[in-house]
Every structure is written in C-alpha cells, then in structure tokens.
C-alpha cells in the first residue's frame, strides 16, 4: 500500500498562485492512477484533476481547468498541482488521492488511498 502526504497549502490573495506537493511512500507511484480532490466547508469533496500513471493524459475539473496543472514526477514518487489564478472559491482543503484504476477515474470511490489534506485559503 501507498502513502501520502501533501504540501504546499497556505493562505493567498485571490489572483495568486500555489504549488501543492504529493509524496508517496510505501509503494512506486508509477503504479498509481494520481488524483486531486477537494473539500470547501459544508461542501462534498470535489473531483479536481487526475492524471494516468504515464502522465500521458490528463483530466481537469472545468472550474479550474486553464488556471490549475497536474503533473507528476515519477523518479521523485512526487504529484504536483500547480494553482494559478487563484479565486476564493477555490478554498478547501486540498487531498491527492491513488487508484488502481485501469484508466483516468474522477470519482472518489475509485481511489483506495488519500493524504490528509492540506489547506488552501484565498482571501479577496
């Protein structure tokens, strides 16, 4: 099994930007269909991006699709969400997620394994 922990949250100004890290342990992430999530208060949790194990394809909310990039780094065991363009309604708390997937999955149920979170606030 793989474990996870995220990075990079923080509080910034709406406009602003954020790079939030994953780094897995346990298990190559390489085998790992790659997932970011959300959750704002009083809200579900929010599919955000996904990426295959390759990186050859890619996936994206349309709320945050041309102002956020999902990469990874396969050598690093390391995911990436870079978040431009910030707005307030992008704050949550922001999880990465793992699956085994055979292909790109969106849903949470589809992912066996989470971080716990981290903070992203965008003041206005």
């Known amino acids: 099994q793989v474990q996870l922990v995220e990075s990079g949250g923080g509080l910034v100004q709406a406009g602003g930007s954020l790079r939030l890290s994953c780094a897995a342990s346990?298990?190559?992430?390489?085998?790992?269909?790659m997932g970011w999530f959300r959750q704002a208060p009083g809200k579900e949790r929010e599919f955000v991006a996904a990426?295959?194990?390759?990186?050859?394809?890619?996936y994206y909310a349309d709320s945050v699709k041309g102002r956020f990039t999902i990469s990874r780094d396969n050598a690093k065991n390391t995911v990436y969400l870079q978040a431009n363009s910030l707005k307030p309604e992008d704050t949550a708390v922001y999880y990465c997620a793992a699956s085994r997937s055979v292909g790109y999955c969106s849903g949470d149920g589809c992912y066996a394994y989470w971080g716990q979170g981290t903070q992203v606030t965008v003041s206005s």
């Open positions: 346990g298990r190559t992430l390489s085998s790992y269909v």
């Open positions: 990426i295959t194990r390759s990186g050859g394809n890619i």
